[in-house]
């Protein structure tokens, strides 16, 4: 080969290659600065969040794949004939589509995570300058069903509420790296919880129920097994649907008893006599006087009755204000503080909630001399639900405490554990003599005190009422709000779970015996079978008589009191008291037969009634 003819060849092999390189430098700039590609303002892979399921295995929350609908801008050749295209097939304004079709920018969110049927539509128009991009809608087949325990996710596919939010970063993956599938979506971790999707139905079914009856402005339900701490069902009234959770108020979907603390009236009762007895034991052998009402220092604290003599069981069988005061008495402020800290107030329980508040208990030297028999009445203290839940939960447990959970497991997406969530406690709080001797205290409240209307059919139950005025901002309490509430636990003898009913602001006159007291027995009446508790050997008794709650007064006329118990009369005497000049009597105890003058009289100016009430 000549010299000649190698070097041409050289030539025309660095000609071609030249060319190719051309070629793809040409190609490599036409594509980067193309007006015809769109690409989405981040290159982050798809995440799709991993499920949240109930102990049985129901899911909660779930990720399905969905087509975003994208926009060239530089590509629309005509916005306004464009959006009037798109705007029926969307179901949005068509000037709000043509001003964001209008502009320069390779890149624009139409529409994102539109159904099969509409992606569809939108794809056979074929029209120059829209793309479509694969992303992963978080759905909740159950509607409602534990919204307010798993929350929602936002557009973003963020966890904003909940726990969504609380374990945003197992959910999605990035925590721990998640696993990611071969088209570059990261999957992320599924939650298992504690809740019980039936027990949880039937929690909100009824909190709901009961509370519009009593026309309340919210109420809250709370399901808890006693021996693990395991929360099987935490419902809220009003609740929401996460799937359309734009269009409630922050209001709506705060879980407010366990975001917020109340003042929890006379459940606390319970927890005064647990640091008597073990302090001052001695205290089981006293009487005390109930006239109605007591002094201390220039208050004067009123009573739901004339109780007479009563001793500690008692005082918290009739729920009585005077007598549990003169009993604390005896009751040293430091020693009353240790057993609240002990019995977990003033702290978080560590329950698996994002934004659980911590109550409130003031330190010692905040106290005032009427502190220490406020708080013996559930007052100038607030409670979350889950701390007063674990707190009957350790006097049930013979004196262990368990601290809440909500959360069974994480597992990765093969269905295997990453991580185990056991049950936790604070170990023993107070012996066990003193809590099986608090348990036959609250089980006195049940046999004709003022928790009668908590008894169910089959089990024998223990519990507590609450009827607490509501606080002002400003110091004091509203006359007409309060916060009713019965705790109670079940099966007496071997204790399984502990319901506490809350019913926030009843609109018609009602004690936590009268309002909240029958929600728990329906909860109870339905769970205790489900969980196939065995029945309890009592005694067959008369059914109690179903309450109808008292009309609104008008103050100008006699109320009917026939029928109504006690706390029921004393409740609706009170409210009459502020609206008008009255003074009344009461002969006897138990339920209204007759009164004086009689329903629908015209009242006088002054006035006084008469209640005759007997035993049924």
């Known amino acids: 080969m000549s010299q000649a003819v190698y070097t041409r060849r050289i030539h025309i092999t660095g000609l071609i290659v030249l060319g190719i390189a051309c070629f793809f430098v040409y190609r490599l700039a036409s594509l980067h600065f193309s007006t015809r590609v769109a690409i989405p303002p981040n290159s982050a892979p798809d995440i799709q969040r991993g499920c949240i399921r109930d102990r049985n295995g129901r899911v909660l929350a779930v990720s399905i794949e969905r087509e975003s609908l994208f926009a060239n801008q530089r590509e629309i050749e005509n916005p306004d004939e464009a959006a009037a295209a798109l705007a029926p097939v969307l179901g949005s304004s068509r000037e709000q589509l043509a001003e964001r079709l209008r502009g320069d920018r390779q890149f624009v969110w139409i529409k994102r995570k539109l159904d099969d049927e509409t992606a569809s539509r939108v794809r056979s128009m074929n029209m120059r300058g829209l793309y479509m991009k694969k992303e992963y809608l978080r759905a909740y087949p159950h509607g409602r069903l534990a919204s307010n325990i798993v929350g929602f996710a936002g557009m973003d596919n963020n966890g904003l509420e909940g726990i969504e939010y609380k374990f945003d970063g197992r959910l999605s993956g990035i925590s721990d790296g998640g696993a990611a599938a071969s088209d570059d979506t990261v999957k992320g971790y599924s939650i298992n919880l504690t809740i019980d999707g039936l027990i949880q139905s039937v929690a909100e079914h009824e909190i709901e129920e009961g509370s519009r009856r009593y026309s309340a402005i919210r109420g809250a339900a709370v399901v808890y097994e006693i021996k693990t701490g395991r929360i099987l069902a935490l419902a809220k009234y009003p609740a929401f649907n996460p799937n359309e959770y734009w269009k409630y108020s922050p209001e709506e979907r705060r879980n407010f008893t366990v975001l917020d603390s109340f003042e929890p009236g006379s459940t606390l009762k319970i927890i005064a006599a647990a640091s008597l007895l073990q302090n001052n034991p001695d205290v089981l052998r006293e009487s005390f006087i109930c006239r109605g009402s007591i002094d201390i220092a220039d208050t004067t604290v009123k009573c739901t009755g004339v109780h007479g003599a009563l001793g500690l069981d008692g005082i918290i069988k009739h729920s009585c204000n005077a007598g549990i005061i003169q009993a604390m008495k005896r009751e040293k402020k430091d020693s009353y503080h240790a057993t609240l800290r002990r019995f977990g107030f003033g702290q978080t329980t ?7 508040s911590e109550g409130l208990l003031r330190p010692i030297n905040e106290w005032s001399g009427l502190s220490k028999y406020s708080m013996s009445l559930g007052q100038e203290i607030s409670v979350t639900s889950l701390q007063l839940i ?21 597992e990765r997406q093969d269905g295997s554990r990453l991580q185990e969530f056991y049950p936790r406690s604070k170990g023993r709080i107070i012996r066990e ?29 223990a519990g507590k009422t609450g009827t607490a005025q509501k606080s002002m901002n400003k110091g004091g309490y509203y006359p ?3 916060m009713a509430s019965y705790i109670g636990v079940a099966p007496f003898r071997d204790p399984e779970i502990c319901i506490l009913v809350v019913i926030d602001e009843p609109g018609i006159p009602a ?6 007291a029958p929600v ?3 909860i109870a009446g339905r769970v205790l079978p489900y969980l196939g508790i065995k029945t309890s050997h009592i005694a ?40 008008a000049n009255i003074a009344y009597t009461l002969s006897g105890k138990g339920t209204v037969f007759r009164q004086m003058p009689g329903p629908g009289e015209a009242l006088r100016n002054p006035q006084a009634i008469t209640l005759f009430l007997r035993e049924q």
């Open 350 to 356: 560590g329950v698996e909630i994002p934004g659980e």
């Open 390 to 410: 674990a707190a009957f939960g350790a006097i049930a447990n013979r004196g262990v405490y368990m601290t809440p959970s909500i959360i069974e497991s994480i």
């Open 433 to 461: 003599d003193i809590a099986l001797r608090l348990m036959h205290m609250l089980r006195g409240v049940v046999e004709g005190g003022t928790g009668e209307r908590a008894s169910i059919a089959r089990y024998d139950v």
């Open 480 to 482: 007409d709000k309060v």
């Open 511 to 516: 004690s936590g015996g009268d309002a909240a």
């Open 520 to 522: 728990f027995a329906k």
């Open 540 to 579: 067959a008794r008369q059914p109690l008589r179903s309450r109808i709650p008292a009309p609104p007064a008008d103050y100008t006329r006699m109320p009917d009191f026939r029928g109504r118990s006690l706390s029921e009369a004393m409740m609706m005497l009170t409210r009459l008291q502020k609206k």
